[in-house]
């Protein structure tokens, strides 16, 4: 995490503290649009992220007024109740042996007398494993950061999308993706989808194959039109662990898919034929 998102602070969550003690309430959702975020930036004083999430924020953070600060200074400020933060933690998960590490980023509320694995969460998203360079991610981050300023919004108005399976809740939204072109990597797809033959035959609307860049710039555009896949695993580092895999919008930047596996083998790192069949 250390040159994750936005933040330095590389905290080890552990799975039932984070899912028990982390779950906010709607007020804190209402506190934190009268609130003030903190954007955490690494502690690699060259670090590549800080310049990524300083450029992404300036063009796309526009819920609340916010403020650069170090990890530091986070130390200091994170008791304040009237002060949000934006930042990466490394999240671990008690029921997973493996005790693989992830990269998340999170917003969650300053919280008096309390550590950060107890601050109210608001929303968080998995961006890589932790041994996984940043690059895998650093061209999506806008998007990232857009969603999660419109989860709060989503929050505000059905209570329901509070915690993680609020978010499996995007899922249901039906017929989401008739109107989208859906953006792949073939490196992210299992090995009997990646031609496009063999997604046409089970994905009835339009999709194309293509680069990190061509992804990194319908961001960019905020192509109406683009929804991508983000796929977080262990990228050869480890086998069994988790596999997150993600559907969002380039320009609306809603969640069209949410799911996460335990994989035991290293074929399960992908985007598989049994998630495209679910999206129909």
């Not at 007020?27 to 690494?42: P, Q, R």
């Not at 073939?186 to 194959?209: N, Q, W």
């Not at 192509?223 to 896949?229: C, P, Q, S």
Request: with cysteine; proline share 2%.
């Amino acid at each position: 995490m250390k040159r994750s998102l936005l933040l330095s602070m590389l905290m080890l969550f552990v799975a039932n503290v984070f899912a028990q003690e982390h779950i906010p309430e709607i007020e804190d959702y209402h506190n934190f649009l009268k609130s003030k975020t903190m954007i955490v930036m690494d502690s690699e004083v060259l670090s590549e992220f800080n310049a990524v999430i300083e450029e992404v924020v300036k063009k796309s953070w526009t819920v609340t007024p916010y403020e650069i600060i170090t990890s530091k200074e986070f130390e200091r400020l994170k008791h304040n109740p009237e002060l949000s933060f934006l930042l990466t933690s490394t999240v671990t998960f008690r029921k997973d042996k493996t005790k693989a590490r992830y990269r998340f980023l999170s917003l969650v509320m300053g919280e008096k007398n309390s550590e950060l694995k107890k601050m109210p969460d608001l929303c968080s998203l998995p961006l890589s494993y932790l041994q996984v360079e940043g690059e895998s991610y650093y061209y999506k981050l806008e998007a990232f950061i857009l969603f999660i300023q419109n989860h709060v919004n989503n929050v505000l108005e059905n209570e329901k999308y509070i915690g993680d399976m609020g978010l499996k809740r995007y899922n249901k939204i039906k017929g989401a993706l008739s109107n989208k072109v859906l953006y792949l990597t073939k490196e992210d797809l299992a090995r009997d989808i990646r031609s496009e033959k063999a997604i046409a035959a089970v994905y009835p609307y339009e999709f194309k194959i293509v680069s990190k860049d061509e992804i990194a710039d319908a961001i960019s555009r905020r192509d109406e039109k683009v929804v991508f896949l983000h796929k977080v695993g262990p990228e050869g580092t480890r086998v069994r662990a988790r596999v997150y895999k993600l559907l969002v919008g380039a320009a609306d930047s809603e969640l069209y898919y949410f799911n996460y596996k335990m994989i035991k083998h290293a074929s399960d790192d992908a985007f598989q034929l049994k998630d495209l069949k679910k999206l129909k």
